[in-house]
């Protein structure tokens, strides 16, 4: 019930292109939603962060759709770039005055590698 | 924004001796800490979690007498792999999260650990 499934596992877009990348929960109980980008050989860093209580958000480039009934959410990259190139990473957290062992515990989508052609 | 870092970023060592790795958060304290492996080309895999003033949370399968964890300040936490051996080679990676009104983590940059 922890997982985050990721897909699709590899992305190749042309420049200027939309990428799209999904992601599925089964927890009902995650509140927090983060996108990481991790370029090779860096650890990860938070691109953007939906809760459920919206169903989008837009920062520049990159927006989070976010479907609570289906537990679906979703990354797009509009107007991609070569530099957009890296691994995406889908998270989800449940929420943090729930306490226990699971505190702050981010559950991590297995990745998706985006190569952006020029 | 909050940064954190690590130290060292690459290591290599023979097989038997112990390494430590230090996660600072630099900015900010952090009551909480984060350590993880990644092997290449696979997702995050959650080791411990590491409370400032207690014991560290391993998850399970992860051997703590393996990887020490010590959360020594709120800034401070170490990830010591003792007698290390060639399945020990991954890259290790720390996170600190913040408290308050933004409770995010932060990534370090990771540590490449080669166990000869």
């Known amino acids: 019930q922890q997982q985050v499934k990721q897909s699709p596992q590899s992305l190749i877009v042309q420049k200027g292109g939309i990428s799209i990348i999904n992601c599925a929960y089964e927890?009902?109980?995650?509140?927090?939603f983060p996108w990481y980008q991790q370029f090779p050989g860096k650890g990860p860093a938070l691109l953007i962060a939906?809760?459920?209580?919206?169903s989008e958000k837009k920062e520049g480039r990159f927006t989070i759709s976010f479907n609570k009934s289906a537990k679906q959410f979703s990354l797009h990259i509009m107007d991609s770039q070569p530099g957009d190139s890296a691994t995406y990473f889908c998270?989800?957290?449940?929420?943090?005055?729930?306490?226990?062992?699971?505190?702050?515990?981010?559950?991590f989508g297995q990745g998706t590698i985006l190569t952006v052609h020029p | 924004g909050a940064v954190v870092s690590q130290h060292p970023s690459r290591v290599i060592c023979k097989s038997g001796t112990s390494v430590k790795i230090e996660c600072r958060s630099l900015?900010?304290?952090?009551?909480?800490m984060f350590w993880y492996r990644q092997f290449p080309k696979q997702s995050l895999m959650l080791m411990a979690t590491?409370?400032?003033?207690?014991?560290?949370?391993?998850e399970q399968g992860v051997e703590k007498d393996k990887f020490l964890i010590n959360h020594a300040s709120l800034t401070l936490s170490t990830l010591t792999v003792t007698s290390a051996h060639p399945e020990d080679s991954s890259f290790y990676i720390c996170?600190?999260?913040?408290?308050?009104?933004?409770?995010?983590?932060?990534f370090g940059p990771g540590t490449r650990l080669t166990v000869l």
């Open positions: 996170s600190a999260k913040t408290s308050g009104a933004v409770n995010e983590q932060f």
């Open positions: 927890n009902t109980a995650f509140d927090y």
């Open positions: 939906i809760r459920p209580d919206v």
């Open positions: 998270a989800a957290r449940p929420p943090l005055g729930a306490g226990g062992t699971s505190y702050g515990k981010l559950t």
């Open positions: 900015d900010f304290q952090a009551t909480t």
């Open positions: 590491s409370n400032e003033g207690s014991k560290a949370t391993y």
